[in-house]
C-alpha cells in the first residue's frame, strides 16, 4: 500500500521514516518531501497515520 502517491512513499518506507524521527509531525512531513507539488491528501492524514502506527506498535509483544 502506498501512504503518498505523489512521492511514491510505501507503508514500509513511511513506517521507516516514523521510527527515524520518533513521530514528530513536520520532520516526517520534510523527509517525505512534501511540498506544493503534493496533492495534500497524506499531508492530511499524517496525524491519523501515525496514531495508528503507535497504537499497533503498542500490540506488539515485548521482546
Known sequence: MY???CKGISEAQFDEIIDQHQGCLRRIAK???LDESCCG?????LPELI????????LLPAS
Open 3 to 5: 501512504i503518498c502517491l
Open 51 to 58: 496514531a495508528n502506527r503507535v497504537d499497533t506498535d503498542s
Open 41 to 45: 491528501r497524506c499531508e492530511e492524514l
Open 31 to 33: 523527509t517525505m518531501g
